[in-house]
């Protein structure tokens, strides 16, 4: 296409120029390949650091939300202690018996490992989806690198042949 519009020009503008020699027409050729080519890798190698840059981010969040469920669960544990004792100086009042109001401390102390037990089960299921996300998002981001450098090797395959006559096998350029 950019080898077609350069051709073109001279007899459109009225230059009247003469034709482009096959050997001009290659390098034109190859010159655009080359432009394309690096365009390609260049595409691909952002697309890779966005590939990581992404996973990073969302593996931020996770952790942010780690954080806020345990600042959560400390506001819900300091809730807690104050319902329970509110209840206990209740329960002092209407004279409960002490086996009893014992008895309250241990079910509240294991209500309260309960809840501490789901928020780290929680909590580790974040770090596990974050973990996982910086992994996958450092695969994508190998494999468009890749991408990328098989794009640059047939970029340069492409160029190459383009200087070759395709009869005779030899340079365009050394005629």
Do not use: W
């Amino acid at each position: 296409m950019i080898g077609t519009a350069v051709v073109v020009a001279p007899t459109v503008m009225g230059g009247g120029g003469a034709a482009l020699s096959g050997g001009m027409k290659a390098g034109i050729a190859i010159a655009g390949t080359i432009a394309s080519t690096a365009m390609t890798v260049y595409s691909q190698q952002q697309q890779a650091k966005a590939a990581a840059a992404t996973a990073a981010y969302n593996a931020s969040l996770n952790r942010m939300d780690m954080e806020q469920n345990n600042r959560n669960r400390a506001i819900e544990r300091t809730q807690d202690l104050k319902r329970y004792t509110i209840q206990q100086g209740k329960m002092q009042n209407e004279n409960m018996p002490l086996d009893f109001m014992y008895a309250d401390l241990e079910s509240f102390e294991y209500q309260a490992l309960v809840k501490d037990y789901a928020v780290a089960q929680a909590n580790q299921t974040l770090e596990a989806r974050a973990r996982g996300g910086i992994y996958q998002g450092n695969v994508q981001a190998a494999n468009l690198q890749t991408a990328s450098y098989a794009t640059a090797l047939g970029g340069a395959s492409d160029a190459a042949m383009m200087g070759v006559h395709p009869e005779t096998g030899k340079s365009r350029f050394l005629t």
